[in-house]
Every structure is written in structure tokens, then in C-alpha cells.
């Protein structure tokens, strides 16, 4: 097919679903920031998982599992990931798509990406790819808050997407929208959008998800959490979580309240609610856990005591705020 390079949108960001999604939506003319994106997508989620395969024995997780179906769907564009048996044809599809002017989100194991050098893996990392050279064997993709377009050598790219020894498997996952609308009522959408992200917060469907998920892992945090062999890697690995892989801080709650304050002049039941207040008490909270979670990894088990405590301020906040933030319909 040769070589082909589409005109960029890229704008560094801080999380690499919401950026890569503000990206493609900016190349087709609905020019949406990357907060904007992830509180459309109902980004916020709270995840307490056991025994997850070459990972810690506990991992706390802090966005929600399918931001990009929501957010398609959420401003009517049809969504689904297209999956392939195997590299060659996954390839082949996205080299399709670029000669069709197409630029394609595809989720990757940064494990395999040559420019992060990870030791570790994190598979469904988001990045957008632009174009090819089949000449060089080279893709061009964007990543998040990298500024400037990345060759990735196809070989790098393929075995990112097809990613064996994380904790879920990857099956060559791609999306390239055809064209996306531009007349949509971005306050009716602003609206569902917060209601489904709390409402799903607030159920009791799953042990481990939710304000649910959070009180199990405080009450692991206080029985069970010492006698783990590898606690003090879960504490940090939960306070990288957090803080620090790409989550903008705060548990990606700092990016939503960005997106609630923005939302407020479409959405006027955000401020007269206070919404964009509490959550951002809610950003504090989570920030002071995860710098326990740092300390105690560091520490002895006497530290997991401070831990529990911070854990028990941020249900207190985010309780408060999810079941105020449901009152935003019928204002």
C-alpha cells in the first residue's frame, strides 16, 4: 500500500483514553477538550481487584472500564472495537483505514512499546496512529502528553495489541469512526453522562466495584492486608494508580471536576449543586490516600492504619458527591 500520513490533532494530554479520544473527535470537526471527553465518557470508576494475573495480589483502579463506548454511543456515533484472529490481518485493517483518511484509536500493552522502556505490564493504554511507511515497516502514532508524532516500528505495534502476560488479553483492538456529528445537545448529554457515572458508582450490582469495591478494600486493608507477601508492592502500585499513571491526580477526580466546571454553563444545575467543589474535595481526599499508600510501602504494616483512614475519607466524599450528583436531572 506504501506510505500515507494524516494531518495530526493531537494535543498532549494527561490520560490516554480521554486525549486519544479528544483527538479524533478535533480531526472530525468537534473540537472537544480532553476533560470534556472524559466526563462525556462517564470516566470515573473505582475498582477493587484480587489476585489479577502477573500483577499485585490487590490493584485498586480509578477509571471506568469502557470510557470510549461510552462516549461514542453517548454523542451518537456507532462504537465497537474491531478484533482480528491474528497481527498480519489487525495490520492490514489499519493500514486500510489510514489510506482511507481514517486516523485509528487502538489500545496497546506499553510493555511493548520501545519509547516507554516499562518494565511492567499496563495493557489498554489508548494511543492514536496517523499513518505508516509499509517502506520503513514504521507506524506514526500520538500518546497522551507526548507533544510530537512517535515511529513505532510495525513489529513493536503488532505485538502491543496482541499482548500476552498482562492482566487481560489483547486481540489487535481498533476504532476508526467514519465521520462524527457536530449538532448534538451537549448539555442533554453533559447530564445523563454524570448520572450514569454516579448512579454506576453508587450500585451494589458488584462487590468490587463502586463505593462497594472501596469498602472491601478498606476492610482487606484491615485484616488481611499485613499477612500478603506482596503488600507493600500493591500499596505502591495503588498509589502509582493514583497519582502518577496518567491519571492527571487525584484519581482522575482533579480532570473531572475540570469537566464539571467546564460543563457548568450548558449544565446549570453543576453549580447550583456545588458539584465542581465537591469533587474536587473528593481529588484532595484521594491525592492524601495515595501519598499514604506511598509512605506505607516504604514502611512497616503499622503504616496500613493511616491507609484505612484516608480510604474512609474518600468513600465519605464520594458518597456525598455521587448521591448529590444524581439530583442534576429534573432541575
Known sequence: MGGVLLRST????RHCASSAISDIVRFHGLDLSEAMCFGIGSGLGAWYLQNVPNA???????????????FFKRIGCPFSWSRFPGADQALDALRASLHRGLPTLVQTDIYYLGYYQSSTHFPGHDIVVWGCDDQEGVFFVTD????????VPSFELARSMFAEGGFFPMEGNSYAPEAIAT????????ERAIVSNSRLILSEDLEFQGIAGLRLWLREVKTSWPGLEDWRWAARFAYQVIERRGTGGGGFRIMYADFLDEAAPLCPAIAELGLGRMMREASQAWTRLALRLKEASEGDADALGPVGESI?????????????????TGR
Request: glycine share 8%; aromatic share 2%.
Open 56 to 70: 499485585p495480589s490487590r490493584m485498586i483502579h480509578v477509571r471506568s472500564a469502557d470510557i470510549e463506548a461510552k
Open 10 to 13: 493531537h494535543i498532549p494530554g
Open 144 to 151: 497522551t502528553e507526548r507533544p510530537d508524532v512517535i515511529r
Open 183 to 190: 449538532g448534538i445537545d451537549l448539555g442533554g448529554v453533559i
Open 312 to 328: 474512609e475519607e474518600v468513600i465519605e466524599r464520594e458518597t456525598a458527591y455521587h448521591r448529590n450528583a444524581l439530583r442534576v
